[in-house]
C-alpha cells in the first residue's frame, strides 16, 4: 500500500512539473508571437480551438450537464473564470506591457501564486500546514527569485508601465492560485479529462461572452497565417495538453503541494530563453535551479514519509 501511494504522488508532481515546463516554453518562444493580437481574442482562440477538438473525442461528457449540481455549475465556472480567462488574461497582459524585454516585475510577482493558493487550501480544503513544508517550501520559493534575478534588485525600470505589469500579475497569481485549489475540489468528484473539458467549455463561452461585448471577435480578420500557426502549436501542446497533464497530476497530490511543483515555471523559462533568446544563465541562478528542484523533491516525499510513520505506528498496535 505504501509503495502505491508513493508511486502516485510522484506520479502526480512529475505531470505537474512537466504541464510547468509546457507553460515555460509558451511564455518565452509562442505567446510574444502574437503581441500583434488582441488579448481577449488570443485567450479565447486557444480555449475554443482545444474545446472543438476535444469535442470529437470527448463528446459523450455531455451527458454529465444532466447530472451537474448547482455547486458543481459553480465550482466549474470559477475554475473557468480564474484559471482560463482572468488568470491568462491578466499574465498575458502583464507580459505584453513590459513588452517581454524585462519580465522581473511579471516573475517575481507570480512567485506569490503558491502563498495563495496554500492560504486558500488550508481554509477551503483543510489541507493542513505543517513546519517541515513551510521550511521546504519557503527554500523553494526564496530559490525561485534568486533563479530569476541571481544576485540583483528586480529591475523596476521598464517605464510608467511597470506599475500596471505589477497589479496584473499580482491579479494573476492570486487566479491561479484560486484554480489551484478550485481545480482540487472539482477533481474530487470529475476525472481529469472531464475537469479539462468543461474548463475548456465553460473558458470558451465566458471568453466568448467577453470578446463579443468588448467588440473583439472582429479581431480574427487580423491573425496572420503566422499567428495561426502558433495558435495551433499552443492549442495542441502548452494548452490542452499542459492542462490534461495538470489535472492529472492534481488528482494524485494535495493543492500545496501541487502550487510547489508549479515552481517549475521559472525554471523552465529560464532555460528556454538561454536556447531561444541566447540568454546564459550565471552559477548562482543555476545553483538556484538545484536548490529550488531539491525542495520541490523534498516536499513530493514529505507526504510519503508521513504516510510510512502513520504506517508503522498501526503495526505497532
Excluded at 468588448?214 to 495558435?231: A, D, L, M, S, Y
Excluded at 513530493?300 to 505506528?313: D, F, L
Aim: hydrophobic content about 55%; glycine content about 6%; overall charge positive.
Amino acid at each position: 500500500m505504501t509503495k502505491l501511494i508513493k508511486s502516485t504522488v510522484l506520479t502526480g508532481s512529475l505531470a505537474i512539473c512537466v504541464s510547468a515546463i509546457l507553460w515555460g516554453l509558451d511564455g518565452i518562444a509562442l505567446t510574444p508571437h502574437l503581441y500583434n493580437l488582441n488579448i481577449g481574442f488570443v485567450v479565447f482562440i486557444v480555449h475554443f480551438i482545444p474545446f472543438v477538438i476535444m469535442n470529437t473525442f470527448l463528446f459523450r461528457e455531455y451527458r454529465l450537464l444532466s447530472k451537474l449540481s448547482l455547486k458543481d455549475i459553480i465550482l466549474l465556472s470559477l475554475v473557468a473564470l480564474t484559471g482560463g480567462a482572468v488568470g491568462t488574461m491578466a499574465i498575458v497582459k502583464a507580459l505584453f506591457l513590459v513588452e517581454f524585454q524585462d519580465l522581473s516585475v511579471v516573475v517575481l510577482l507570480q512567485k506569490l501564486q503558491p502563498v495563495f493558493a496554500i492560504t486558500l487550501a488550508y481554509f477551503f480544503l483543510g489541507e493542513k500546514m505543517r513546519e517541515r513544508f513551510f521550511l521546504w517550501a519557503g527554500i523553494a520559493i526564496i530559490a525561485s527569485y534568486f533563479l530569476t534575478f541571481g544576485v540583483n534588485l528586480p529591475n523596476l525600470k521598464t517605464g510608467s508601465r511597470t506599475a500596471l505589469a505589477a497589479g496584473y500579475s499580482l491579479l494573476a497569481a492570486f487566479a491561479f492560485g484560486s484554480a489551484t485549489v478550485l481545480g482540487k475540489s472539482v477533481l474530487s468528484k470529475f476525472t481529469f479529462y472531464s475537469a479539462t473539458f468543461f474548463r475548456y467549455g465553460f473558458t470558451s463561452f465566458f471568453m466568448l461572452v467577453f470578446i463579443m461585448i468588448t467588440g473583439n471577435i472582429k479581431e480574427v480578420q487580423f491573425v496572420t497565417p503566422h499567428n495561426w500557426v502558433i495558435i495551433l502549436i499552443i492549442a495542441f501542446t502548452v494548452g490542452s495538453g499542459a492542462i490534461f497533464l495538470y489535472y492529472y497530476g492534481l488528482r494524485k497530490v494535495p493543492a500545496m503541494l501541487a502550487t510547489i511543483c508549479e515552481l517549475c515555471f521559472p525554471l523552465s523559462a529560464i532555460v528556454f530563453d538561454y536556447v531561444f533568446n541566447d540568454r546564459l544563465l550565471s552559477p548562482i541562478q543555476w545553483l538556484s535551479a538545484a536548490i529550488m528542484l531539491y525542495a520541490i523533491i523534498r516536499l513530493t516525499i514529505s507526504p510519503v514519509a508521513k504516510v510510512q510513520k502513520e504506517n508503522k505506528k498501526k503495526s505497532f498496535k
